[in-house]
C-alpha cells in the first residue's frame, strides 16, 4: 500500500486549495477513503470521508468549503479546500480508510495566513 498527497502551499485566508492523494498496491475502487490532518500540538482530526460507491462524510469545521472526489481510474483522492481560513493549517493526510485509523501517507503542508 502506497499513498502520496501531494499539492499543500502556502495560501492567504479566503484562498483555494486542491489537494491529491495517489494510491497505489490496492483496490482502489473498491476501498472508502478519507482525508485527515493534524494541527500542531493538536490531535489528528477526520475532517472528510468517500466510500467507494459515493456518500461523503464531512466535519462541521470544513462543511460547505471542502469537498471530497475521487478518479477511481487512476486511483486519485482529492481534496477541494475553498475559503481556507487560519485554523485550517495542518498537516493533511489521505487514509485507507473510513475514519482515522487506516494507513496514511506521509502528508502534504496547508498553512494559512491572515
Known amino acids: 500500500v502506497q499513498l502520496v498527497e501531494s499539492g499543500g502551499d502556502l495560501v492567504q485566508a479566503g484562498g483555494s486549495l486542491r489537494l491529491s492523494c495517489t494510491a497505489s498496491g490496492f483496490s482502489f475502487s473498491t476501498q472508502a477513503m478519507s482525508w485527515l490532518r493534524q494541527a500542531p500540538g493538536k490531535d489528528l482530526e477526520w475532517i472528510s470521508g468517500i466510500t467507494d460507491y459515493g456518500p461523503t462524510y464531512y466535519d462541521s469545521s470544513v462543511t460547505g468549503r471542502f469537498t471530497i472526489s475521487r478518479d477511481n481510474a487512476n486511483s486519485i483522492l482529492y481534496l477541494q479546500m475553498n475559503n481556507l481560513k487560519p485554523e485550517d493549517t495542518a498537516m493533511y493526510y489521505c487514509?485507507?480508510?473510513?475514519?482515522?485509523?487506516?494507513?496514511r501517507g506521509p502528508g502534504t503542508q496547508v498553512t494559512v495566513s491572515s
Open positions: 487514509a485507507k480508510s473510513w475514519g482515522p485509523f487506516g494507513v
